[in-house]
């Protein structure tokens, strides 16, 4: 630890139970700790935080017994109000020592109350306190789909505890996700997509998620949004999966492509006035049907020339994961305009040789 990080936290333990109130303020005392559901500021009994020395150990450690996490007082700023920077935890500590202990005690919130659930500022925040995939499980679950390539462009991050609650008469649980950020044209975020995955490996049932009865769930504002994979000029490749949508990916890397989560929302995707062709890459289904028409109508209406991309089996992960990149590649010359062909699959051909 910095000999700056050092002194606030020790500043902070010295005023470890006002720290609690503040930014824990749904817990409460009990005995010579602060008990709280978690460092999100959840209510429960989970969390404790020593508020003074003791044998045990130094005032402001805390506990989660619940997740086995352990931290200090800097690690609740920065968890309680999502902070990212140690730069922002610093300075927030710094703020809150020189408030009077009297405003710190009457505070019933954090300065940052908590967003609305399944709000686009909780959907901001948790993609926010999320990681790169990069050796993580979410990395690994994509792999073992398929995907060696991930070409993700930033849109993918990977929370490892990410609260699940199976209904709203069961307690919450947390398990390990791909968190996959929606925007709208602007690029602003709007939504979260996630995927819960199982620790504890892949199997043929659940091919890496968590054995829970919805391993999907997104949250925000979704219609006429999408999961981008990067920057759209005059060509675009949009599907309803993730997994569908990365499978392309992997030989066709330089084409801008979006994944709109579900096929009602696929058939109302906001088109980008600068795009002249679009590539709908169909699953087959009657929904796919169905949007591939919509949609069509929709680019067809606004001068965009619509392609269809159809797979041999029910979308293209499983072209991909059953038949290989080779196979694939070769279904997709056939389908893509020559131009793209050149300027799109005959580049990741290059790459990969």
């Keep these: 630890m910095s000999r700056d990080a050092s002194e606030l936290a020790g500043g ?30 959840t209510p429960g009994r989970s969390l404790f935080v020593r508020l003074q020395e003791s044998p045990k150990g130094p005032a402001g450690k805390w506990t989660d017994a619940a997740t086995g996490e352990h931290g200090d007082l800097l690690d609740i700023i920065r968890e309680s109000l999502a902070l990212r920077d140690f730069r922002d935890v610093a300075e927030e500590a710094r703020r809150f020592l020189k408030l009077p202990r009297s405003e710190q005690q009457l505070s019933a919130k954090p300065v940052r ?57 069961l307690p919450t649980e947390t398990w390990p996700a791909m968190i996959a950020g929606v925007t709208d044209l602007d690029g602003r975020i709007t939504g979260v997509h996630r995927t819960w995955l199982d620790p504890d490996g892949f199997d043929r049932v659940r091919l890496g998620k968590a054995p829970i009865d919805t391993p999907r769930r997104a949250m925000g504002d979704l219609l006429g949004n999408a999961v981008r994979f990067g920057l759209v000029d005059d060509v675009l490749a949009a599907g309803e999966g993730i997994e569908t949508m990365l499978s392309l990916r992997c030989l066709l890397p330089s084409m801008p492509m979006a994944a709109a989560l579900s096929a009602n929302h ?20 009657a929904a796919g049907d169905a949007v591939q028409a919509v ?6 209406d606004a001068g965009i020339e619509a392609i269809p991309l159809s797979p041999r089996l029910g979308d293209f992960n499983e072209d991909l994961h059953l038949f290989g ?15 793209d062909v050149v300027s799109f699959l005959h580049f990741s051909t290059l790459a990969a040789e």
């Design 12 to 41: 902070l333990a010295r005023e470890a139970e006002a720290v609690c109130r503040h930014y824990l303020s749904n817990g409460k005392r009990a005995g010579c700790y602060w008990v709280v559901g978690d460092v999100h500021n």
């Design 113 to 169: 109350s908590p967003a609305p659930t399944g709000s686009q500022e909780a959907s901001r925040r948790l993609f926010a306190m999320s990681s790169p995939i990069e050796g993580t499980v979410a990395e690994t679950y994509l792999q073992r789909r398929g995907i060696a390539r991930i070409h993700h462009g930033g849109s993918l991050r990977f929370h490892p505890r990410c609260y699940y609650r199976p209904d709203e008469h």
């Design 295 to 300: 949609l069509s109508q929709r680019a067809a």
């Design 325 to 339: 990149l080779e196979a694939l590649r070769a279904a997709l010359r056939l389908q893509l305009a020559p131009e």
């Design 266 to 285: 696929l058939s109302a995707m906001m088109l980008p006035s600068s795009l002249r062709r679009l590539y709908i890459a169909r699953d087959v289904d």
